[in-house]
């Protein structure tokens, strides 16, 4: 098979466990420290994008598939970071954004988003299909057979569409499939206070057996070789400020099921905030690919907060970036991001603004006036860091002094940001090794 994480199930057919973390993030800042941390390591780096994210109309991001990669490559430029070594995602691809819509109308934009998507160059394809559209029955479950069928529609086009693609790039690598349905809601949950159920082995056998039946009648026998991996709920999760912490015991049949299935391995999505010993557990059981997402620009956001610290003590009042007020600001004036995901007091949603789990802070980052503050933060720390006591850099940033006095880690601001970022990196890439 020719594709870059082929390695993965010659590692399972081996009898090794390995993963791979894979990055789902659109912001500058946690990209660059996830190559930077890659160059340094000799590493594979995988990044993907949500069909709400990128996608043929732009997404919330603006940007359509091609432009996501161009914004990727440009930033591996600046790094110096082998594009032959990063992988594309698409993630939840299929109707999600079009589910209110009836069927044929949702699943030709859907054609749409995943030829797009492949055509482009991206390698490692989430077939989506589980939501409900509007045609669907509301009081009972999708069938399986439905969801596997509007799958097997999306892959028939994937395939046609790398065929061509393939005609124009003949040296590129064919795309692999994760399928599965069980998917944890994108960016955390509300609560975590009910008990999360690990998917039933049976039922995420059945799911495979029902996509090979639906593929074969469907002509694309071919098509299941190149299917990977399956989406499950392994039973890890976060919401404002908790953690689901992941239990090796109560895995333990899913585990020892997908040990049995050949070419193929579990993919587990909102694995952020897990400890390393956890992911490593995960990676044991089974679970060769971890999504990460919302803890990459959390730890974007605390490093920008300490550098603001610092910055109210060494920078006169109106010099000052003001980043935070300026955060405030924009999710006062748009508050669609977050107003539905943060209860309580006022004091308590200010908060959970600023340093929940969940962190809808990221949707905010891209905002000119944000960036243009963030800029001015970090012009602010380099240009007065010879005024910065390294006791004060010790003060808020404990990891990144150590490693500035020990001449591991450039003195400037965005490497003190970024540096920040590699601490939650390492603990995915270290868990993924055997």
Known sequence: MNNKLSFLLEAKANGKYIGVPSFCTANRMAIKACMQYAKKNSQLVIFEATANQVNQDGGYTGMKPHQYIDFIEKIADEVGFDKSQIVFGGDHLGPLTWSHLNEEEAMKNAEILVSQYIRSGFTKIHLDTSMKLACDPKDEPLAEETVASRGAR??????DSFAEYQAEHPDADHPVYIIGSEVPIPGGAESNEEELNVTDPKAMEKTYMVYQEVFNKNGLSDALDYI???????????????????????????????KEIPNLVLEGHSTDYQP????????QDGVAILKVGPALTFAVRAGLFALVSIEEKVVVESKRSNLVSVIDQKMDENNKNWIKHYHGTAEEIKLKRHYSYSDRL???LSDPHIENAIDELLKNIDQYKDSIPFGLLHQYMPEQYFKVRDGLLNYDAESLVLDWVHTFIEDYYLACQA
């Not at 999306?154 to 395939?159: F, R």
């Not at 999760?237 to 585990?255: I, M, P, Q, R, W």
């Open 362 to 364: 990221r949707y905010y």
């Open 276 to 283: 390393r010993v956890a992911l490593k557990k995960m990676v």
């Open 228 to 258: 990977i991996g399956i989406v499950v709920q392994p039973g890890v999760e976060f919401s404002d400020g908790d953690v689901h912490v992941y239990s090796s015991e109560k895995a333990t049949d899913l585990s020892k099921k997908i």
């Open 154 to 159: 999306l892959m028939k086009v994937c395939m």
